[in-house]
């Protein structure tokens, strides 16, 4: 606790800086509010200021100075000045938040230092760290929570530190919400956006976007959007499938909502979604590959943004969501809302397994020829969810204020694996005996040495409330979240890599999420909070390992992990938050105190990754946001944070080595030490009749690491092990793990008519950077090694026209 004492000094002294009295703000107001005070301003050079920003992170519509927690809200006007398409774009300009690009619709988030390690695509189990919203629909889901397009949005809300009071499960690090405009009475507008960009001069990219809101007489309204994007790619390939840009892609989708008001107080917004997003292959950037590496006959050294394929890799998504949000005033001071939603996806993962499926059938002394064939990992995933939430809530304006609700959410989940290599049984047979192929299928397909159906049901119950007592300079707001959990699922697996598992397996959980506030607010301006709040990740059953691929030490050694548990954090914190003649400034100190962590450990030669509990991390550090705007059209902003995240605990394997890196002192994964972003926007009167600005952001990520174990013997030697191609298999490939840091600058220029007319021509990633993300490995990097990298420079010009 000696470092938050540290640090709120210096919070108190940075916000001493602003802290002047001016007239509040009114502390309650609607959703409509929110939408009409955040609305675009009509030039760059008239934004609002930033106390008008509205937001609904508790579950009721205040200022964002006004809530007793750390909160960041980006605006349509913020996405559309920082170019903004996806959450990545949107996280530069947020402290805390750090976002790994995995490809579309496969970003994963953290928030605050709290991650336990890179989430691949087979572990399903495994729960998300930070809850994404649609409005009030969860649409969170590990592994592959939709990448919906930002276009039309009201702003997106990111809430640091654990949300389980208002938000619940999967909201351990913080909670993230995409919040749309909504329909609007009486009124007819629109917006249409056309763009065309190219990603390192030569992958053509572009996007038609459109929205109109039309009145359907006094009473109700409808808004329509609808939006079809395309990525440029930038990774080439070699190989029999050898082609430029391999990794392009395009997303399309829509979303049709519709505002009745058959009374006055009563809402009924009913509203679907769907949206399609694909991609035909991966950014990943190889090192190696056992069919194509420095060793091998000829020899080949990779290039920047290059890799192998022996089949075309492809990512698809289709996502349809309707929701049913209803609202209904009980007299003057209280409200009843139900929010009904119902998400179905498809999920389509296909990849290039050649290189896995070739590195076994070595180990198995198969022939060069079956050795070559190609093998296609196909995952899929289907998902249907149903949720339900009902709560009740004050909207007076009195010193108290509360809000109780209940949750429900039915789950259903299935994924399934296969491993088609057409060819394969013939060498399976000849070379392990007639028959073998039969013999292990389990009823599965023939030539697929990998498969597995695991059907997931979840069900999950919840009750929420919170509550605030308003003294006049100081307030208290407490609350809670009791839950209740349970997850059946089957695990059927078959082939040569697999055990030929059938099996089913339970998990239950309850408990209770507090939290509890204090906030002395002695003027209009200035507001100190302190916080003490709880979070919880739901814990799950790991699958089996591949017991036929894996070596007897990495059996012994991974083999224990069956089951883990929920993961908790507690939170404590202090910030700050004050604003006055065009400054607004924003700090929290915080430490979090983890307790079984969910790690998660690539299993080595067994090709399959484990999650296991860690009994003791933590993460702490300081966050920090500065605006000001201290001429008539400039506009400064920055934001950072500076994070110790480690772990506590020292775990070893039966042999008493480290296991996985998970040694007290080691950094927690995948999140960078210090992390800062500045952005300066300046403009003036164009002519009579419009405007110009120009503006700039430079963003800074530091090192991280993609797992525990990477921190280990680092910088590391892989060895294959694997004669092939005229390679001995004794070669070394020696790499550093540590994710170097990287710094990215964009740059925009625009021009805004009086008309409604905007263009804007921009430069994303102006120097050209190629940042390292993850490291990517197979089978313990016998089989591959690589990274997945960034974006490299990417010029556009933007057009748009409200009317």
Not at 430 to 448: K, M
């Amino acid at each position: 606790m000696s470092t938050l004492t540290a640090t709120v000094r210096f919070l108190l002294g940075g916000a001493a800086v602003v802290a002047i009295a001016s007239p509040g703000f009114a502390q309650t107001t609607s959703e409509d509010v929110a939408q009409a005070t955040n609305a675009p301003a009509p030039t760059p050079t008239a934004e609002p200021e930033p106390d008008a920003i509205i937001v609904t992170a508790t579950k009721r519509a205040s200022t964002l100075q006004n809530v007793p927690f750390s909160i960041n809200a980006q605006t349509q006007a913020d996405l559309q000045r920082a170019n903004a398409v996806t959450i990545e774009d949107v996280s530069r300009n947020i402290a805390g938040l750090a976002v790994q690009n995995l490809g579309p619709g496969q970003s994963q988030v953290s928030v605050r230092g709290v991650s336990a390690g890179q989430i691949v695509r087979d572990q399903p189990g495994v729960k998300e760290q930070v809850g994404v919203y649609l409005d009030e629909s969860v649409v969170s889901l590990s592994l592959f929570t939709p990448d919906f397009d930002l276009f039309d949005l009201n702003r997106v809300e990111t809430l640091r530190g654990p949300q389980g009071t208002l938000f619940g499960s999967g909201s351990v690090g913080g909670t993230i919400r995409y919040i749309t405009n909504q329909p609007k009475l009486g009124r007819t507008e629109g917006l249409v956006e056309a763009n065309v960009n190219l990603v390192q001069e030569d992958a053509l990219g572009g996007w038609l976007k459109g929205a109109v809101n039309l009145p359907l007489g006094p009473t109700a309204a409808v808004r329509l959007v609808g939006y079809g994007t395309r990525y440029g790619g930038f990774i080439d390939a070699i190989g029999p499938e050898g082609k430029k840009n391999v990794n392009s892609g395009s997303r399309i989708g829509g979303r049709a909502s519709i505002l009745w008001e058959p009374a006055p107080g009563i809402k009924l917004t009913p509203r679907i979604v769907y949206q399609d997003i694909k991609a035909n292959g991966f950014n990943r950037e190889e090192v190696f590959n056992v069919y194509s590496n420095a060793f091998t006959t000829p020899a080949h050294t990779f290039a920047t943004d290059e890799q192998y394929l022996k089949l075309r890799e492809a990512f698809r998504d289709k996502t349809a969501l309707a929701d049913l949000t209803a609202s209904a005033a009980l007299g003057e001071s209280l409200e009843v809302t139900s929010v009904t939603s119902y998400i179905h996806r498809n999920i389509f993962v296909s990849r290039d397994a050649s290189a896995l499926t070739g590195s076994v059938s070595i180990d198995l002394g198969y022939p060069a020829a079956g050795v070559n064939l190609p093998s296609n990992l196909v995952d899929r995933t289907k998902l249907k969810q149903f949720t339900q939430e009902l709560r009740v809530g004050s909207t007076g304006k009195g010193p108290f204020q509360w809000v109780l609700g209940g949750f429900y959410s039915d789950v259903d989940r299935a994924y399934t694996q296969r491993l088609p290599t057409p060819g394969y049984d013939a060498f399976t047979d000849a070379t392990l005996g007639a028959g073998t192929s039969a013999a292990v299928a389990n009823g599965f397909p023939a030539d697929s040495p990998y498969n597995s159906d695991i059907p997931y049901k979840i069900k999950q119950k919840a009750v929420f409330g919170e509550a605030s007592y308003d003294f006049g300079q100081f307030k208290l707001t407490g609350g809670g979240r009791y839950y209740n959990f349970n997850e059946r699922r089957r695990f059927v697996s078959g082939g040569l890599f697999a055990n030929g598992d059938n099996r089913s397996d339970t998990t239950k959980s309850n408990g209770f999420s507090p939290r509890a506030i204090a906030t002395w607010k002695p003027n209009a301006n200035f507001a100190l909070n302190i916080q003490a709040s709880k979070g919880f990740r739901l814990g799950g059953v790991n699958d089996p390992l591949n017991l036929p691929l894996c070596t007897a030490q990495d059996r012994t050694i991974f083999g224990g992990y069956q089951t883990y548990k929920d993961e908790t954090l507690w939170n404590y914190e202090a910030g700050v938050k004050a604003q006055a003649h065009g400054l607004t400034f924003n700090a929290a100190a915080f430490r979090s105190d983890i307790r079984n962590l969910q790690v998660t450990l690539d299993a080595g030669s067994c090709s399959s990754r484990v999650v296991f509990n860690v009994p003791k991390a933590h993460s702490q550090g300081v966050e920090a946001e500065l605006s000001a705007r201290p001429m008539r059209g400039l506009d400064l902003s920055l934001a950072g944070s500076v994070l110790d995240s480690k772990f506590d605990t020292t775990v070893r394997d039966g042999t008493g080595a480290v296991l996985g890196g998970i040694r007290d002192g080691n950094r927690l994964p995948t999140v960078p030490r210090f992390q800062i972003a500045a952005t300066a926007t300046y403009g003036q009167r164009f002519g009579r009749n419009a405007d110009w600005y120009v503006s700039a952001s430079y963003q800074h990520v530091g090192t991280r690491f993609t797992q525990p174990s990477d921190q280990e013997n680092n910088p590391r030697t892989f060895i294959s092990g694997l004669p092939f191609n005229g390679a001995t298999g004794t070669g070394a490939t020696v790499l550093d793990l540590k994710l170097p840091a990287y710094d990215l600058v964009d740059v925009s220029a625009g021009l805004k008519f009086g008309g409604g007319t905007e263009v804007v021509l921009y430069a994303k990633n102006l120097f050209d950077e190629t940042p390292l993300l993850s490291f990517d490995r197979e089978r313990g990097g016998r089989a591959r090694l690589g990274f997945n990298v960034g974006q490299p420079r990417n010029i556009g010009i933007t057009v748009r026209q409200a009317f």
